[in-house]
């Protein structure tokens, strides 16, 4: 089973941007679909963005279409979240997932954390504006 660790969250301004890693021991992210989520207290973990074992990647949050970018590194066994404009509403711990080894990205975004083999402890991201 991968072990995932996140890191790149911080306190920012608005308007700024981060860039989110995650990083896998234990495997290989290669074969795998990648997933981002986050989380605010009392709300589900939503699932923003998913890159499957191809590259290509879904979006499922609106909200983040245009500012949100997630890519992977098979050879650095990595994968990241690029995020630009900020907003205080991007406040959360991010998390990433990896699926079982299908592969491929849900057409919709996913509600069972069971749906993931794999999961980081998350990483904070707090915006003030």
């Known amino acids: 089973q991968l072990l995932l660790v996140e890191s790149g969250g911080a306190l920012v301004h608005a308007g700024w941007h981060l860039t989110l890693s995650c990083a896998a021991s234990?495997?290989?992210?290669?074969?795998?679909?990648v997933s981002w989520f986050r989380q605010v207290p009392g709300k589900e973990r939503e699932e923003i963005l998913c890159?499957?074992?191809?590259?290509?990647?879904?979006t499922y949050e609106d909200s983040v279409k245009g500012r949100f970018t997630i890519s992977r590194d098979n050879v650095k066994n990595m994968a990241y979240l690029q995020i630009t404009d900020l907003k205080p509403e991007d406040t959360a711990a991010y998390y990433c997932?990896?699926?079982?080894?299908?592969?491929?990205?849900?057409?919709?975004?996913?509600?069972?954390?069971?749906?993931?083999?794999?999961w980081g402890r998350g990483t904070q991201v707090t915006v003030f504006s």
């Open positions: 234990g495997g290989t992210l290669a074969g795998r679909a």
């Open positions: 890159i499957a074992k191809n590259g290509r990647n879904k």
């Open positions: 997932a990896v699926d079982y080894g299908l592969g491929l990205c849900a057409e919709q975004a996913h509600v069972r954390e069971t749906d993931f083999e794999s």
